[in-house]
């Protein structure tokens, strides 16, 4: 059972401006995971941040599942080891990620732009990847560029 407590906190932190949001999660010592300051409040990100807040100084790899990310400028973000099962990002962008290891199991990735990502070692089972433009994909076998490219991925060759 989680504490009205911590829910109360996170709506708090969630209805807060960005700078107000990164001075807390460097009070915390978690201000790598800037991410969370872009975050819009609703019933999915308060789940989320609710994992971030609870117990900061645990935090290893960024656990994000079922977070709405949607419509997000994330360029350079490091989601290493991340949990992105479920995750809405449709729309978004997120050049240049560090990806690596991440899993995208049922993640919605439509019309989003991972130009430049690094994404050695991720899972792609039933992503939704419509018009998701990967650019050169960094890190990605064969078999996945082929798989993302047959469920409607975008793979640009830059010169």
């Known amino acids: 059972m989680v504490s009205n407590n ?6 708090q932190f969630l209805e807060q401006s960005p700078q107000e949001r990164l001075q807390t ?4 010592g978690i201000a790598r995971y800037d991410f969370l300051t872009k975050m ?9 941040v609710m994992r971030f807040l609870q117990n900061p100084t645990q935090l290893k790899f ?3 599942i079922g977070a709405d990310l949607s419509g997000l400028i994330l360029d350079e973000v490091n989601f290493i080891r991340g949990n992105l ?3 809405n990002l449709r729309g978004s962008r ?6 690596i290891f991440a899993n995208f199991t049922r993640a919605d990735l439509r019309n989003a732009n991972l130009s430049g990502a690094t994404l050695n070692q991720t899972v792609w089972l039933n992503a939704f990847v419509e018009g998701c433009e990967f650019g050169e994909g960094i890190g990605l076998t064969q078999y996945q560029r082929d798989d ?4 409607g991925a975008k793979f640009t060759v830059t010169s």
Do not use: G, H, M, Y
């Open 6 to 11: 911590l829910r109360n906190s996170t709506i």
């Open 25 to 28: 999660l460097k009070q915390l």
């Open 40 to 48: 819009r409040l609703n019933e999915a990100n308060i789940i989320c």
């Open 62 to 64: 960024p656990n994000l």
């Open 85 to 87: 099962s479920e995750v």
């Open 94 to 99: 997120l050049i240049n990620a560090d990806l």
């Open 148 to 151: 993302l490219r047959l469920r």
